[in-house]
């Protein structure tokens, strides 16, 4: 995803009061998360996706 339209899916969402975490990765390639074989940024992205998609998110099992 471009900058600006994850900068703008974020507003949007947090605007509908819907929880967001957006991640930036500064100084990679555009879908970047397809060299994780070579990119350390590339596996720890995926990482974070993946604990966020399996509710180990430290902020999805933060108390309120």
């Not at 900068?7 to 060299?35: C, K, S």
């Not at 070579?38 to 108390?63: H, K, T, V, W, Y």
């Amino acid at each position: 995803m471009l900058l600006d339209d994850g900068l703008r899916l974020a507003r949007q969402a947090a605007t509908a009061d819907v929880e967001v975490t957006l991640n930036i990765t500064p100084g990679v390639p555009r879908v970047f998360q397809a060299y994780h074989p070579i990119l350390d940024e590339a596996g720890a992205a995926l990482d974070r996706a993946d604990s966020s998609c399996r509710g180990d998110s430290p902020l999805q099992n933060a108390s309120p």
